[in-house]
C-alpha cells in the first residue's frame, strides 16, 4: 500500500501544472474578468473562445450520433469474416441502443475542445435480480431442475412442494465513462499510452451502492469510520478539483450538503489500475486497487478484472503535445486574439458612454429666460435673437478611425486561421452571398480537414475502447445473448489477427462529395450494361444507401439474390443456344464439303501435273481445314457456356430448396417448442390441481377425525 500511494502523490505532483493550464483555459472560455478592470469603465469580456467551442462541437458529435453504423469490422483471414460481421454487429448495437451516446459525445466534444484532453474508460455493468418461485413437482424431475430450490413439504403422493431461486439479469452490458480531468492521474514517467504502466483514477460512491455490487471488502470497516469519525468526503485537494466545485455552484451541486446517513453518504474511492510484483517473485502482474481516500481503508485488491487484462482508460488531445499524456485546448490558440477584441470592444464601449451624445450646448446670452423655458418644455415655437447654428449645437459619439475596425478584423481573421473555424461554418459572414463559389468551397475544404482531424482523433480513442468493449462482451455474454442480439454465434477468430474493428466516419460535406461520386458512379453503369456483374452493381447501391443513412435498405440490397430468369426467358435461351449450334453445324458442314473439294481440286492438279494449280489447290484445302478447326472450337466454346449455365441454374434450385427446408426445420422446431410448452403447461396445471384435491380430502379426513365436545365440562 504504501508503493501506491507514492504513484498517487508523484502522479499528483507531476500533474500541478497541467490542473493550472486547464483552469486557465476554462477561465478564458468562461470569459473570467483579469483584474484589471477600472471603475466607471467598460468590464466586457469577448468570448471567442466560447463562440468557437460551441460552434465547433456540433461538427464533432454529428458523425458519431447522426447514424446507426459507426463501426465497421474488417476481416483479415476467411475465419475472421464470420466473427467480424458478428463482433461489427454487437458493438453497433451496443453503442446505438445501450448506451446514451449523444450525452457521452457531447462530454468528450466539450472536454477535448476546452480543456484539451479528454480521458474515457471502458466498464461493464452487471445488475441481476434474486426471487423464489414456489413449486410443486414430482420427486424424479428434481434432477432436471437447473436451479437452486429448497424441498418444503413431501406431498406423500410421489410429489414434492418446493422453492426454486432464479435470478433474472435486469443489466449486463458495457459502458463509457467520460472521467474528470482533475480525477485521473496517468504514469507521469509515460511518454505516450502504451508506456503506461499504471492509471489512478477518483471516483465517488455511496456505501450502500457498494454493498450492492457485491465486489468490494472491508465494509464493516469503513462504516465503522464514517459512524465514528463523522465521515465528510470534503473539497477537492487540486486546484483543477477545487475550481470545478465553485463553478458547479452556479449550477445546484453543492457536495457539502449531502445525505448524513452512512449508506447514502458520498466518499470518494481511489482505483489503481497497473503493473505491480504482487508475489514479490520479480514477475509484473495486471492488479486493481482500490482503497477509500480518507480512511486509507483498501475495499478491493485483485486481478485487473477485465477480458484482455489491460488498463482500461483511453484519452484523446485536441493538440497533441510531443511525447505527453495531455494536450493543449482550443484557447491556447486564440486566448491572445481574444484579449485584443476584449480591449478594443472595451475602447468601443468607454468611447460611447464617455461621449457627450444628447447633450445640447447653448451659448451663453443667445438665448432669453422665456424662450430658453419654452426649449425645456418642448414647445414647438421657440424665438431667438442669433443664428440657431451659431447658438445651439448638438452634442455626438466620438467617431472611430477605419483603422481600428481593420485591426479588429485582422486579428478575426488570425483566429480563423489558427482554429480552422472560419464565419462560415459559425453562419456569421454577412459578406458569404458575395463571395465566389469557389473561394467559399476552399474555405469550408479547409474547416471540414480540420474538423475531420478532430474527429479522427476521437474515432482513434474510441477504436481502442471498443476493443476493450468487444473482448468484455465475448468473456461476459453468454451464447443466447450473441444469437438473441447479432443472430450469429460469438466471434471465435482473433481479434488484431483475423480481424479488426475501426471507426468508419466521414462529415457531412465528405458524406456529400461521395453521395455526387456514386451518383455519377451508376450514371456510367448504364453504358457498361451486361458487362457489370449483378453483386457488384448492390455493392454499390447498398453502399450509397449507407450514405444516406439507411442501414436497413443497404442490408436488404446486400443480401439480394439475382433475379431468376422467368420460363419465357429460359425458352427463349434454349431457343438462342438451339439456332447457334445449327448455324454452328452449317458452319462446319460447309467447311467439310469446302474441304474436300479442295483435296479434289488437289488431286485433279496432281494428275494433271500443273504445279500451279497444285499450289492453289494446296492452299485452299489449308484454308478449309482452318474453318473447320475454328467451327469446332466455337461449338466447344458453346457447349461449354451451356454446361455453365445448366450448373448454376441447378446450384440457384439447390440453394432455393435448402432455404426451404432450413424455414421447414425452423417452422417444425417453433411447432414442437410450442407443443412442448403446451404440454408442460397441462402438466403444470393438473399438477396442481391433483394438490388441491389432495390438500381437500387431507382437511376433510380431519376433520371429520376430529372428535366434537358434548358438554361444556368435556369442552374445558
Known sequence: FKDLKENYTD???????????????????DGKLYGNEQASRSKVVVRDVQKTVESLKPNLTEPFIGSGKIVDAVPYTAAGEASAEAAEKMLNYQFVTQM???????????????EGTVWCRSDWCYEDEEFVVPMTVPIPALQMIPDEYKVLTNNGDGTVDIEVTKIEVKKNQPNITVCRNEHVFPDNTANNREEMLYMIHEYETTLGQMK????????????????????NEGASDTALGTLREMENRDYGVRKDLGAKDPLRRKLKLIEFYGMYDMEGNGELEPMLFVWDKKSETIVRSEAIPTADKEIPFEKSAYIEQPFSLWGRALAELIEDGQQIHTAFMRGFIDNAALANNGQKFIMKGGMDAVNFRRMINGEKHIYMNQNPNEVMQDGAYNEMPSSVFNVYEMVESLNEGLTGISRLNQGLDAGAASQTATGVSTLTSMAQR???????????????????????????????????????????GQLGKDFDIRIDLITDAVKQSK???????????????????????NM??????????????????????????????QQMMQLEMMMKQAEVEEKTASARLK????????????????????????????????????????????????????????????TQEKSSIDMLIQRQKAELDMAISEEKAK??????????????????????????PTSQKENK
Open 100 to 114: 446514451d451516446r449523444r450525452y457521452i459525445m457531447n462530454m468528450i466534444a466539450t472536454l477535448l475542445t476546452k
Open 683 to 708: 402438466n403444470d396445471i393438473l399438477i396442481a390441481k391433483q394438490k388441491s384435491e389432495a390438500d381437500i380430502k387431507a382437511k376433510k379426513a380431519m376433520a371429520a377425525a376430529t372428535p366434537k
Open 450 to 492: 480540420r474538423m475531420l482531424d478532430t474527429v479522427r482523433n476521437i474515432s482513434s480513442m474510441l477504436t481502442k475502447v471498443f476493443r476493450h468493449q468487444l473482448a468484455n462482451s465475448i468473456k461476459f455474454l453468454d451464447e443466447d445473448d450473441w444469437m438473441r442480439i447479432t443472430g450469429m454465434q460469438k466471434p471465435q
Open 11 to 29: 502522479a499528483k505532483t507531476a500533474k500541478v501544472q497541467i490542473d493550472k493550464d486547464i483552469s486557465k483555459w476554462i477561465d478564458v472560455y
Open 515 to 537: 453521395i455526387g461520386q456514386f451518383n455519377l458512379m451508376m450514371q456510367n453503369l448504364q453504358y457498361v450494361g451486361e458487362g457489370v456483374r449483378f453483386e457488384a452493381g
Open 212 to 231: 450492492k455490487e457485491g465486489v468490494y471488502k472491508n465494509l464493516d470497516d469503513l462504516e465503522s469510520y464514517m459512524v465514528d469519525a463523522g465521515y
Open 595 to 654: 474441304e474436300a473439294q479442295a483435296q479434289k481440286a488437289l488431286s485433279d492438279a496432281q494428275a494433271s501435273g500443273d504445279a500451279q494449280q497444285i499450289a492453289l489447290a494446296e492452299m485452299q484445302l489449308e484454308q478449309a481445314k482452318r474453318e473447320q478447326e475454328m467451327q469446332m472450337e466455337i461449338q466447344k466454346q458453346i457447349q461449354s457456356m451451356s454446361m455453365d449455365a445448366q450448373k448454376s441454374q441447378q446450384d440457384m434450385q439447390i
Open 540 to 569: 454499390i447501391l447498398s453502399k450509397y444507401f449507407e450514405l444516406f443513412d439507411e442501414p436497413a435498405l443497404a442490408e436488404m440490397v446486400r443480401k439480394q439474390e439475382p433475379p431468376q430468369p422467368s420460363q419465357e426467358e
